[in-house]
Nanobody, 120 residues
Protein backbone atom coordinates (compact mmCIF):
# COMPACT_ATOMS: atom_id res chain seq x y z
CA UNK A 1 0.00 0.00 0.00
CA UNK A 2 3.03 2.22 0.51
CA UNK A 3 6.09 1.86 -1.71
CA UNK A 4 9.49 3.38 -1.08
CA UNK A 5 12.03 3.77 -3.88
CA UNK A 6 15.62 4.71 -3.04
CA UNK A 7 18.26 6.15 -5.33
CA UNK A 8 21.69 7.71 -5.15
CA UNK A 9 23.94 4.93 -3.91
CA UNK A 10 27.22 4.02 -5.50
CA UNK A 11 30.97 3.84 -5.14
CA UNK A 12 32.83 6.81 -3.69
CA UNK A 13 36.34 7.42 -2.40
CA UNK A 14 36.99 8.11 1.28
CA UNK A 15 36.27 11.74 2.04
CA UNK A 16 33.75 11.96 -0.76
CA UNK A 17 30.03 12.68 -0.73
CA UNK A 18 26.81 11.02 -1.82
CA UNK A 19 23.17 12.03 -1.62
CA UNK A 20 20.50 9.40 -1.16
CA UNK A 21 16.86 10.00 -2.02
CA UNK A 22 13.76 8.02 -1.12
CA UNK A 23 10.33 8.71 -2.57
CA UNK A 24 7.19 7.28 -1.03
CA UNK A 25 4.10 6.54 -3.09
CA UNK A 26 0.84 4.67 -2.82
CA UNK A 27 -2.18 5.04 -0.56
CA UNK A 28 -0.58 7.58 1.72
CA UNK A 29 -2.64 9.72 4.06
CA UNK A 30 0.30 11.01 6.05
CA UNK A 31 3.85 10.08 6.97
CA UNK A 32 5.09 10.46 10.51
CA UNK A 33 8.78 9.58 10.73
CA UNK A 34 11.05 8.89 7.77
CA UNK A 35 14.49 7.49 8.26
CA UNK A 36 17.55 5.79 6.90
CA UNK A 37 19.01 2.56 8.21
CA UNK A 38 22.04 0.63 7.07
CA UNK A 39 23.31 -2.90 7.23
CA UNK A 40 26.82 -4.05 6.56
CA UNK A 41 27.63 -7.74 5.96
CA UNK A 42 27.53 -9.73 9.18
CA UNK A 43 25.97 -6.91 11.20
CA UNK A 44 22.51 -5.92 12.35
CA UNK A 45 20.55 -3.19 10.64
CA UNK A 46 21.11 0.09 12.46
CA UNK A 47 19.51 3.50 12.46
CA UNK A 48 21.52 6.15 10.64
CA UNK A 49 19.18 9.14 10.81
CA UNK A 50 15.50 9.91 11.19
CA UNK A 51 13.25 12.94 10.80
CA UNK A 52 9.72 13.38 12.08
CA UNK A 53 6.91 15.22 10.35
CA UNK A 54 7.71 18.09 12.68
CA UNK A 55 11.36 17.92 11.54
CA UNK A 56 12.76 16.62 14.79
CA UNK A 57 16.08 14.96 13.98
CA UNK A 58 17.87 11.91 15.31
CA UNK A 59 21.33 10.78 14.21
CA UNK A 60 23.57 7.88 15.05
CA UNK A 61 26.65 9.08 16.90
CA UNK A 62 28.88 7.68 14.16
CA UNK A 63 27.43 10.03 11.52
CA UNK A 64 26.81 13.22 13.50
CA UNK A 65 28.43 16.20 11.82
CA UNK A 66 28.88 14.32 8.54
CA UNK A 67 25.37 13.28 7.46
CA UNK A 68 22.29 15.47 7.11
CA UNK A 69 18.74 14.18 6.79
CA UNK A 70 15.96 16.28 5.31
CA UNK A 71 12.50 15.77 3.87
CA UNK A 72 10.08 17.33 1.43
CA UNK A 73 6.60 16.64 2.77
CA UNK A 74 4.92 17.81 -0.43
CA UNK A 75 6.84 15.15 -2.38
CA UNK A 76 6.81 12.48 0.37
CA UNK A 77 10.56 12.30 -0.11
CA UNK A 78 13.43 12.01 2.34
CA UNK A 79 17.08 12.74 1.59
CA UNK A 80 20.36 11.81 3.21
CA UNK A 81 23.36 13.99 2.40
CA UNK A 82 26.49 12.07 3.30
CA UNK A 83 29.79 13.96 3.48
CA UNK A 84 33.26 12.97 4.60
CA UNK A 85 32.46 9.35 3.91
CA UNK A 86 34.56 6.66 5.52
CA UNK A 87 35.11 3.02 4.57
CA UNK A 88 33.10 2.01 7.64
CA UNK A 89 30.06 3.73 6.10
CA UNK A 90 29.98 0.97 3.49
CA UNK A 91 26.63 -0.80 3.73
CA UNK A 92 23.25 -1.27 2.14
CA UNK A 93 21.15 1.75 3.06
CA UNK A 94 17.42 1.29 3.56
CA UNK A 95 14.71 3.90 3.64
CA UNK A 96 11.94 3.57 6.21
CA UNK A 97 8.60 5.34 6.64
CA UNK A 98 6.07 5.21 9.45
CA UNK A 99 2.94 6.00 7.50
CA UNK A 100 -0.82 6.17 7.76
CA UNK A 101 -2.64 4.93 4.68
CA UNK A 102 -5.83 6.32 3.22
CA UNK A 103 -7.61 3.40 4.89
CA UNK A 104 -6.21 4.67 8.19
CA UNK A 105 -3.90 1.70 8.60
CA UNK A 106 -0.53 2.34 10.24
CA UNK A 107 2.30 0.88 8.15
CA UNK A 108 6.04 0.48 8.67
CA UNK A 109 7.33 0.56 5.10
CA UNK A 110 10.82 -0.28 3.83
CA UNK A 111 12.62 0.36 0.59
CA UNK A 112 14.58 -2.26 -1.30
CA UNK A 113 17.95 -0.85 -0.27
CA UNK A 114 20.75 0.90 -2.11
CA UNK A 115 24.42 -0.03 -1.89
CA UNK A 116 26.93 2.55 -0.69
CA UNK A 117 30.58 1.56 -1.01
CA UNK A 118 33.38 3.78 0.26
CA UNK A 119 36.71 2.62 -1.07
CA UNK A 120 39.83 3.89 -2.75
Amino acid sequence: QVQLVESGGGLVQPGGSLRLSCAASGRIFSIYTMGWYRQAPGTQRELVAAITSGRELNYADSVKGRFTISRDNAKNTVYLQMNSLKPEDTAVYYCNADALTTLRARIDAWGQGTQVTVSS
